[in-house]
């Protein structure tokens, strides 16, 4: 099975260049390819505001051995969808964010066993409590998987939040982090609020990690969520970065 795989896997390009740099032009910091101005997969100058942003992408690229594997440049790649994507359908990216705003992870909890339910409270009451006091919004908890419709002024409070991020690198970064967390509250409570990486990443996987306590830990599960947590870890620089351009 890992053989067939292995054979499936496409096939990456050469590495091509021998260093990866930074150059500034009309304001921007495009990354620099053997003195070479970089494009996106749109044929977009690879250019951000921030020059500390520039430098992470650059140290991705200089990273790359033999060939590319746009697997291992997870900055890039959000970079890219900002550039190519994000900057042009904003709105969209906004809508899309909303609509986790219906139905957050954080929102739908158990009723037993206790620890799970002490945990759940201890890691998702503070995001609530961030919610309600920074932005408004006051959401309704749900015991189970039945949906409970939100309140509209709870949901129009983040579509508020959201349209307030002007910053496309930064906006895509938080759609990043909301995919991965299935939480857009835990994603803005971590750009925008008192919740740090480490913070957000553990509140992503109460559950999962209350099973894991139980249950044991699962190789292969644990090593999905390694590559999922790297890529969370590189939204929220993007985030960071971003949010400063």
């Given amino acids: 099975m890992r053989s067939a795989q292995a054979g499936m896997k496409p096939m990456l390009p050469k590495r091509f260049y021998k260093e990866a740099g930074v150059e500034e032009r009309d ?20 250019a951000v505001p921030s020059r500390a942003l ?21 900055i890039t790649r959000i970079v890219n969808s900002a550039i190519d994507g994000v900057a042009a359908r904003r709105a ?22 206790a620890r799970l339910v002490q945990a759940q409270d201890d890691a998702w009451n503070p995001i609530l ?15 189970g998987v039945m949906h409970v419709t939100q309140p509209d002024e709870a949901v129009a409070a983040i579509r508020s939040a959201l349209e307030r991020i002007e910053s496309p690198f930064a906006l895509a970064a938080l759609h990043v982090m909301t995919t991965l967390s299935g939480s857009v509250l835990i ?10 990486s480490d913070a957000a990443w553990a509140a992503a996987h109460v559950d999962e990690l209350y099973q894991e306590s139980v249950w ?9 969520r390694r590559r999922r947590e790297a890529d969370f870890r590189a939204a929220s620089e993007v985030y960071r970065l971003g949010a400063l351009s």
Avoid: C, N
């Avoid at 304001?27 to 690879?46: E, I, N, S, V, W």
């Avoid at 650059?58 to 440049?73: G, K």
């Fill in 27 to 46: 304001g921007l910091f495009h990354l620099a390819l053997d003195g070479r101005m970089a494009k996106t997969p749109g044929k977009q100058a690879l």
């Fill in 54 to 74: 520039a430098e992470a992408m650059a140290r991705e690229w200089a990273a790359q051995e033999t060939e590319i594997d746009p697997a291992t440049m997870p």
């Fill in 92 to 113: 969209e990216v906004v809508a899309d964010l909303v609509r986790y705003a219906g139905s957050d992870l954080v929102l739908y909890r158990v009723s037993e066993p």
């Fill in 129 to 143: 409590d961030w919610a309600r006091d920074s932005h408004g919004a006051r959401f309704t908890l749900a015991e």
């Fill in 187 to 196: 994603a803005l409570a971590h750009g925008l609020g008192p919740l740090d």
């Fill in 216 to 224: 044991g830990e699962d190789e292969e599960a644990m090593e999905r």
